[in-house]
């Protein structure tokens, strides 16, 4: 009855805009033809007075300070205690989110045996005549905490290993080390050059790890790790090393080193200590105190398979709640991990207080449902992000705009770092041109950025250099390789003229604590805040924007400048072998003509005024973009990687990875079957880059 | 500018539903106040009198009649007449479509050599004796057309066997032929039992047909097939025969079989022929005029890349042109194909017809997107519509709402057959309701459907009964199985009271002409009408619904009936093994209080009055829904097959398809290892099953 009355009455009604109905009601606020709540809601956009109040926020130190300061390595009492202030900080009344609560996965995990600890010694018959340190040496009381981790190999098997020259045919063992050169700048000495008197690690300190390749549950590959889901045999793991590991610290490795010896190693292997750097291929030198010793390895590790927990908060959308923005940020540590990952969650809590703080006011509400994830056992190799990808993946690879992940929030104070899909790369422009640097009202984020790294586009010119998420380095992982959900990795990073250290160098070590971070990584706390404000902006561009700040010109532009490294690297050699990548270039090109088109399309419109349909479609458009990218079966040995352009690459040609690897193994190996692979990677990422151009024409174009 | 004064401007605006401010307007024309003409198009629901109008219409007699009535085998001269037929029809000012084209692909097929037919004869030493007809009988002159196909089994191998009982320990050739049993309800004479006399399958009558397990282009699985495509090799195809095989006529095979010696064969194998079906072990009998003489077959099938043609035309949506409904029909045939798939065809072009004037006139233009596939190669293994599907799978997958397949529009006169994902059983029902049979005013399709086939629903009681689509019959399997599209087969068929045949007799044969339907199958062409009134009904339904007509609970009711079966069957068995089925009762049940919880919001919502995103939410939920049953890896041996509730299955048991295989196997074997495969594909439906329930709660509830 209603429809059909309605039909009719609209048959005759006229055509206005909306634009120019709203300008007549803001003149008759009397007018007894008022407009429905919902076209005014639809027609609400990003509110950038509201994102420089945001801005002008925040309080990270007290983020990290209240923060428990305590050892909590997944799944043990330390990281319970974090789950429950994370908890207890999302549930607040006043400052909490719509909704948080835990939900569990029961995963396998591998950590070292309290009672027997894995030790190195070297020994002469039954003799020991030298051994490893069992842990790091404590300057503070933290280093003493009972609950500290033993330096160990996580994932490394239990197992003994004796000899030095034992093996010629096969290595039986591993001692994992970090050289001073690499992480120290050369720096040795803990009486006056490294922690506790700079930010350079004590030569006791040693880097804890997973050693394995893939990511996610070990166990419940493709399948969320469930009480009762089906798991495979632990003897069919793959990636995990067969022999005995363990990291030890660059004291221990000296007095090893220093005394092996053998012929001269590389150039490139000598690293800070003051000897020269031998292969050790007969043992010990004859002139060691160690001559004629073995070298014991024995590993205690063992697998569990425990509850580890992910954190979930929401702020509902009101406009397109069924419309996801994910943030994320692992809780576990290995140790403290005040750096990794509390700096990532300093600045994760500082978002959600004052954006919750405006939803409980009711102030504010974004357009789009905004998602917290403090997830669990990361350092395990990204597992609680994974599950909860594998356990929602319908759900989130429908409705999912975009992941956002700090991890390390502050690994120096020097400058932003970002790597994103490039749809992103405008909207972290945007943000990091609106954001100042620590302790300047003029320099901004990006310009800052831009001159610590920078690149020439073609179509932009100078510009900050972004990075692509080729890894699966965080927890960005799941969402940027098995669902395609355009991400990004936001954190603060060196001045590379200044260190050579490869990470902060207490990474993964019992140094990484308050008192390092106050000090040494971020006095003042002012690089944290930049990063909470420029994630901050991106957070909130993304979720209130009625069109999504995506640019896909910006992806056709990172197709094209992969498509010419490859056909500089391997078209002539294809063509030799009767492939042509013909097909290839016509696929970037009607990318680029269909990419050029949408953001015609985009420009033309006044989406304010328009139907929220056409922005909805539009917005479908560039969300699903990445998700096109998606081939199931591209990458059958790597877990997890479905994304053919970003997968991970063995190859060091900067190219389609599945393309530029098989390219790369034909031309070493020669073999037929080889260069059929070769072929079958061009089509793959041919049809997924022409499948992605057909998302982006015109609805109606070109079915 | 206009965004802030905007906001400010709809601060103060009050709170109306849109059905209260179109009341309003249609009393007051003149109003300063205008409705933007978006508001009113959003808010246009399905016209049910537009409905009415398009059953009045129709005239399936003349499509057909029209329709170039010669053979048309894929990819031959006919194939190409029809493609031209198909776009003129598509392409008319006044009763077209859009927009139409050609889309062509390199595809795989296999033909018979016309300069060396294969031949099927009884040797003696190197006398022949016998011989089996190479072509069908002529009644009339279709079947003297020269492009007639010689009967043959495609994609079966080139080859020459020889013997009878040569091979003790193995198959060396096949011949197949159906029995008038099966076929023609023990008919087997053409002076006046057969057609020309009755629709029976005359004795020369040989059925073509494509033997292959697999489904879409072999060379190029996973991918379309272009031109420059990645192909495997031949000797890589998996799922075709290795023995040559030849499809013969019943006359041809009981020439043989009643000759044949050896031990008797089972009750079930006996057939029509009037004599005993012996295995013939040891030959021909000694009583034979073939005693001492083998078999000799010889086949000369070749294997030819061939372009093949897709037709596809399109009806661009008003509101939401970016959801489309596909409709979609094999435009290939084995010989005439008057009603494979001539039948269909004429189905088609009638919709299209009617649909196309509405739409030139200007009185009718659809809210979604109507696209129309006339599929090519249909017949060699639903080679155009996979294909399709594999080359634009990304854009498909985002927005495809729904596929209706009409292959065979008729296959007898009896009654509506339809096959569905679950989901659209009632749009399906709703349709059949308001369609009456041909000759009555007052019987309903849907009555006449419950009278010759039902079941009893927990929830709705006795209903006519759907089928699944759980097979690769025809051109639905890409979009169910590959993309998760809500699909449905829709025909007409037999009373089964009154014939045992499989199919329709003259199917794949040289037989299968106009003179046949217009006779035997259809007169007067009602049928065919009747199927065009149900199926433009859905379509119409579809296309124009503002909430998409789908039941997410009789999904939940299937499931439960999967689920019963498979507690029934495997639950004590699983139990024995360590295996909980819990979860998966638990996973149902959870879909159940999903499905339950959206049709309480669907049931409670006035989508005319809403924002159109509200209905926009809810349309994406049914429409993703079969897209969350999909899961690439859980079965890798079956191309395409990716849907965990409906791939194809070889067990009897009418349940989940991977778990009642694997457990069946297990059960055969008692292997740890098959067991284990069990629970994983428990495993798989169980997350399946709940992924899907997630997609179905509120968008904001339990993210």
């Given at each position: 009855?209603?429809?059909?009355?309605?039909?009719?009455?609209?048959?005759?009604?006229?055509?206005?805009?909306?634009?120019?109905?709203?300008?007549?009601?803001?003149?008759?606020?009397?007018?007894?033809?008022?407009?429905?709540?919902?076209?005014?809601?639809?027609?609400?956009?990003?509110?950038?007075?509201?994102?420089?109040?945001?801005?002008?926020?925040?309080?990270?130190?007290?983020?990290?300070?209240?923060?428990?300061?305590?050892?909590?390595?997944?799944?043990?009492?330390?990281?319970?205690?974090?789950?429950?202030?994370?908890?207890?900080?999302?549930?607040?009344?006043?400052?909490?989110?719509?909704?948080?609560?835990?939900?569990?996965?029961?995963?396998?995990?591998?950590?070292?045996?309290?009672?027997?600890?894995?030790?190195?010694?070297?020994?002469?018959?039954?003799?020991?005549?030298?051994?490893?340190?069992?842990?790091?040496?404590?300057?503070?009381?933290?280093?003493?905490?009972?609950?500290?981790?033993?330096?160990?190999?996580?994932?490394?098997?239990?197992?003994?290993?004796?000899?030095?020259?034992?093996?010629?045919?096969?290595?039986?063992?591993?001692?994992?080390?970090?050289?001073?050169?690499?992480?120290?700048?050369?720096?040795?000495?803990?009486?006056?050059?490294?922690?506790?008197?700079?930010?350079?690690?004590?030569?006791?300190?040693?880097?804890?790890?997973?050693?394995?390749t893939s990511f996610g549950?070990q166990?419940?590959p493709y399948l969320?790790?469930?009480?009762?889901?089906?798991?495979?045999?632990?003897?069919?793991?793959t990636g995990?090393?067969?022999?005995?590991?363990?990291?030890?610290?660059?004291?221990?490795?000296?007095?090893?080193?220093?005394?092996?010896?053998?012929?001269?190693?590389?150039?490139?292997?000598?690293?800070?200590?003051?000897?020269?750097?031998?292969?050790?291929?007969?043992?010990?030198?004859?002139?060691?105190?160690?001559?004629?010793?073995?070298?014991?390895?024995?590993?205690?590790?063992?697998?569990?398979?425990?509850?580890?927990?992910?954190?979930?908060?929401?702020?509902?959308?009101?406009?397109?709640?069924?419309?996801?923005?994910?943030?994320?940020?692992?809780?576990?540590?290995?140790?403290?991990?005040?750096?990794?990952?509390?700096?990532?969650?300093?600045?994760?809590?500082?978002?959600?207080?004052?954006?919750?703080?405006?939803?409980?006011?009711?102030?504010?509400?974004?357009?789009?449902?905004?998602?917290?994830?403090?997830?669990?056992?990361?350092?395990?190799g990204l597992?609680?992000?994974a599950?909860?990808a594998e356990?929602?993946i319908s759900?989130l690879s429908q409705?999912t705009?975009?992941y956002?992940?700090?991890?390390?929030?502050?690994?120096?104070?020097?400058?932003?770092?970002?790597s994103a899909s490039p749809i992103?790369?405008?909207?972290?422009?945007?943000?990091?041109?609106?954001?100042?640097?620590?302790?300047?009202?003029?320099?901004?984020?990006?310009?800052?950025?831009?001159?610590?790294?920078?690149?020439?586009?073609?179509?932009?010119?100078?510009?900050?250099?972004?990075?692509y998420l080729t890894g699966a380095g965080?927890?960005y992982a799941a969402f940027m390789h098995y669902l395609g959900i355009s991400s990004?990795?936001?954190?603060?990073?060196?001045?590379?003229?200044?260190?050579?250290?490869?990470?902060?160098?207490?990474?993964?070590?019992?140094?990484?604590?308050?008192?390092?971070?106050?000090?040494?990584?971020?006095?003042?706390?002012?690089?944290?805040?930049?990063?909470?404000?420029?994630?901050?902006?991106?957070?909130?561009?993304?979720?209130?924007?009625?069109?999504?700040?995506?640019?896909?010109?910006?992806y056709a532009?990172s197709l094209e400048q992969y498509l010419?490294v490859a056909v500089?690297n391997f078209e002539?050699e294809l063509?030799?072998n009767?492939i042509s990548m013909e097909p290839l270039k016509e696929a970037v090109?009607s990318f680029?003509?269909?990419?050029?088109?949408?953001?015609?399309?985009?420009?033309?419109?006044?989406?304010?005024?328009?139907?929220?349909?056409?922005?909805?479609?539009?917005?479908?458009?560039?969300?699903l973009l990445d998700r096109a990218f998606l081939n199931p079966l591209a990458f059958p040995d790597k877990y997890g990687f479905r994304h053919v352009i970003w997968a991970s690459r063995s190859s060091s040609v900067a190219s389609f990875p599945g393309l530029a690897d098989a390219v790369v193994k034909a031309r070493t190996s020669?073999l037929k079957q080889d260069w059929s692979q070769a072929h079958k990677h061009l089509s793959i990422v041919t049809q997924a880059i022409s499948g992605a151009a057909h998302t982006l024409?015109?609805?109606?174009?070109?079915?």
């Amino acid at each position: 009855m209603l429809k059909k009355l309605l039909l009719f009455a609209l048959a005759g009604a006229a055509l206005f805009t909306i634009g120019i109905l709203i300008g007549h009601f803001s003149d008759q606020k009397n007018s007894s033809s008022p407009l429905p709540e919902w076209v005014q809601e639809v027609a609400q956009d990003v509110d950038e007075n509201l994102i420089e109040k945001f801005i002008a926020s925040g309080g990270q130190r007290k983020q990290i300070e209240e923060n428990p300061s305590i050892p909590h390595m997944a799944t043990t009492a330390g990281d319970e205690a974090t789950v429950e202030y994370m908890l207890k900080r999302w549930q607040d009344r006043d400052t909490g989110l719509d909704a948080a609560w835990r939900e569990d996965y029961r995963v396998y995990l591998s950590f070292p045996d309290k009672d027997k600890p894995n030790n190195v010694t070297v020994v002469r018959g039954s003799d020991v005549v030298g051994s490893i340190r069992e842990k790091e040496k404590a300057y503070r009381a933290e280093q003493d905490d009972p609950e500290v981790v033993q330096p160990y190999a996580a994932y490394g098997p239990a197992g003994h290993a004796k000899g030095i020259n034992a093996a010629p045919f096969g290595v039986i063992g591993v001692l994992v080390y970090t050289d001073p050169y690499d992480i120290n700048d050369g720096k040795m000495s803990d009486e006056n050059e490294t922690y506790p008197h700079s930010w350079y690690l004590p030569p006791s300190g040693v880097e804890r790890g997973s050693y394995s390749t893939s990511f996610g549950d070990q166990l419940t590959p493709y399948l969320a790790a469930k009480n009762d889901t089906y798991r495979i045999d632990e003897e069919d793991i793959t990636g995990v090393s067969p022999i005995p590991i363990q990291p030890i610290g660059f004291e221990d490795a000296q007095m090893l080193i220093c005394e092996l010896d053998g012929s001269e190693a590389p150039e490139t292997w000598q690293g800070s200590f003051p000897c020269k750097y031998n292969l050790g291929g007969p043992g010990f030198k004859n002139t060691s105190h160690f001559k004629d010793c073995d070298v014991q390895l024995d590993v205690y590790n063992k697998a569990e398979i425990k509850d580890s927990a992910n954190v979930m908060g929401v702020i509902w959308g009101s406009v397109e709640p069924d419309r996801y923005v994910i943030y994320g940020n692992h809780r576990d540590s290995w140790v403290h991990g005040a750096v990794d990952p509390s700096s990532g969650t300093a600045v994760m809590l500082e978002i959600t207080r004052i954006l919750g703080q405006m939803v409980k006011t009711g102030t504010w509400r974004p357009r789009r449902t905004l998602i917290f994830g403090s997830w669990g056992a990361e350092e395990f190799g990204l597992i609680g992000s994974a599950e909860y990808a594998e356990e929602y993946i319908s759900k989130l690879s429908q409705r999912t705009v975009a992941y956002i992940n700090v991890d390390i929030s502050v690994f120096a104070n020097a400058t932003l770092r970002a790597s994103a899909s490039p749809i992103a790369q405008d909207v972290i422009f945007t943000a990091s041109k609106q954001v100042k640097i620590p302790g300047s009202d003029t320099v901004s984020v990006y310009n800052n950025w831009m001159q610590h790294s920078n690149r020439t586009s073609p179509t932009h010119g100078l510009i900050p250099n972004m990075g692509y998420l080729t890894g699966a380095g965080s927890d960005y992982a799941a969402f940027m390789h098995y669902l395609g959900i355009s991400s990004m990795d936001i954190a603060y990073t060196y001045d590379r003229s200044k260190t050579r250290a490869r990470i902060y160098p207490t990474y993964h070590t019992a140094y990484d604590t308050f008192d390092y971070v106050s000090r040494f990584i971020d006095p003042g706390f002012t690089s944290h805040q930049t990063v909470a404000r420029t994630a901050g902006n991106v957070l909130l561009r993304l979720g209130d924007s009625i069109l999504l700040p995506f640019k896909c010109s910006d992806y056709a532009e990172s197709l094209e400048q992969y498509l010419s490294v490859a056909v500089e690297n391997f078209e002539a050699e294809l063509k030799t072998n009767g492939i042509s990548m013909e097909p290839l270039k016509e696929a970037v090109k009607s990318f680029r003509t269909a990419a050029t088109s949408l953001e015609q399309t985009i420009s033309s419109s006044d989406v304010v005024s328009n139907s929220p349909l056409k922005a909805r479609r539009i917005n479908d458009q560039l969300m699903l973009l990445d998700r096109a990218f998606l081939n199931p079966l591209a990458f059958p040995d790597k877990y997890g990687f479905r994304h053919v352009i970003w997968a991970s690459r063995s190859s060091s040609v900067a190219s389609f990875p599945g393309l530029a690897d098989a390219v790369v193994k034909a031309r070493t190996s020669g073999l037929k079957q080889d260069w059929s692979q070769a072929h079958k990677h061009l089509s793959i990422v041919t049809q997924a880059i022409s499948g992605a151009a057909h998302t982006l024409t015109e609805a109606h174009a070109a079915l």
